[in-house]
């Protein structure tokens, strides 16, 4: 009889995931796509871009535009994604965006997007304004309702990191010649803009589809006392749930956001930070390796094309070695025009 109970406790430990040595959320590795909402933009706005290479400089080659991305539900689905980019552009009243001007300066592509939505008030979904502007998700609300939809198709799926990056910028800031000629300027993030951007999410995500700050601080004094002490929720604590975290204007969110929804890169100083950037690791795998042992650390993979175009897995394997948690890439699978490059765990 012992000998079978023996048996017993064995298969049940080798068919249940979380019986062994169950992961904690910074002991997971995952790949992240960079951008997650683009595609590539019309061959007629690289061309003109192109033209104009000289003028914009090297670190605004039009080359490094020249990618995109499958839906996010392939994305999950065939890919094994679990973690996102969605850049959010400021749009309180609406029509900001509705125009894509560089089209002022080609035959054949229209200015106006003809989209209802983008008449609207919210934030809107763009990389980079009036000029790199195809993208599957057109608002942030059709990026979370997607987000909603596969995950009640999947419950129990592993966490989704969400990283929000809050643009401020564009041609049209930067340029008065090129405002002239109906380029806008960005419109800033403020207090308002912060909080509707944790209402916007609370309006289409459940609290229960959410881990928030408040979460992981839980009875603690702190996010640091949390870490130190318990350490990260286990995964089968997470399921179901997504991460939202926001790269830059951190301090501004924490200041002016009452709900705090959203985490945000931070420095190990504070007592706060749960999460750290690295985007480059070649060179700082050292670094990352320790800031890992207690946080969860994003770094990238490869950035701008480069490393499609060259077939260059020195900054990937370099990802791999330091540690980090996530994983950001423009590649999880290969843009077969240039190489055979892909990222994948």
Not at 158 to 165: G, K, M, Q, R, T
Not at 166 to 184: I, N
Not at 229 to 243: D, H, Q, R, V, Y
Not at 272 to 290: D, L, M, Q, S, Y
């Amino acid at each position: 009889m012992r000998s079978l109970l023996l048996v017993l406790a064995i298969l049940v430990n080798y068919s249940c995931p979380f019986a062994q040595d169950e992961l904690r959320l910074n002991e997971r590795k995952v790949i992240a796509s960079h951008n997650s909402y683009k595609k590539r933009p019309d061959q007629k706005v690289l061309r003109l871009l192109s033209k104009v290479k000289k003028q914009l400089g090297p670190e605004n080659d039009p080359s490094q535009l020249d990618y995109g991305h499958v839906s996010l539900p392939i994305q999950f689905d065939s890919f094994a994604v679990r973690g996102i980019e969605i850049d959010l552009y400021n749009d309180p009243i609406g029509g900001h965006y509705t125009r894509r001007r560089i089209n002022l300066f080609l035959s054949g592509l229209r200015q106006r997007s003809n989209r209802e939505v983008m008449d609207k008030p919210g934030f809107k979904v763009l990389h980079i304004a009036d000029v790199d502007y195809e993208t599957n998700y057109l608002t942030f609300r059709q990026v979370l309702e997607e987000l909603k939809s596969w995950s009640l198709k999947h419950p129990g799926h592993d966490p989704i990191f969400v990283n929000i990056e809050p643009k401020a910028d564009g041609p049209g800031t930067f340029s008065k010649a090129l405002r002239f000629f109906g380029f806008k300027a960005s419109i800033p993030y403020d207090s308002l803009a912060f909080c509707a951007l944790d209402e916007e999410i609370r309006s289409v995500l459940p609290e229960n589809m959410c881990f928030t700050p408040a979460d992981l601080r839980a009875s603690f004094s702190s996010v640091k006392e949390r870490l130190l002490t318990s350490g990260w929720p286990f995964m089968s604590e997470l399921a179901g749930k997504f991460i939202f975290i926001l790269d830059g204007k951190g301090d501004q969110y924490e200041r002016f956001s009452p709900t705090h929804l959203l985490f945000t890169y931070g420095s190990p100083s504070s007592d706060e930070t749960a999460f750290v950037i690295r985007n480059e690791p070649r060179g700082h795998e050292v670094e990352i390796a320790e800031l890992a042992k207690m946080y969860i650390v994003r770094t990238r993979s490869d950035a701008g094309t480069h490393e499609s175009r060259t077939n260059d897995y020195s900054r990937f394997n370099a990802a791999k070695r330091s540690g980090a948690q996530i994983i950001s890439t423009d590649y999880y699978k290969p843009d077969v025009r240039w190489s055979e490059y892909k990222v994948g765990l």
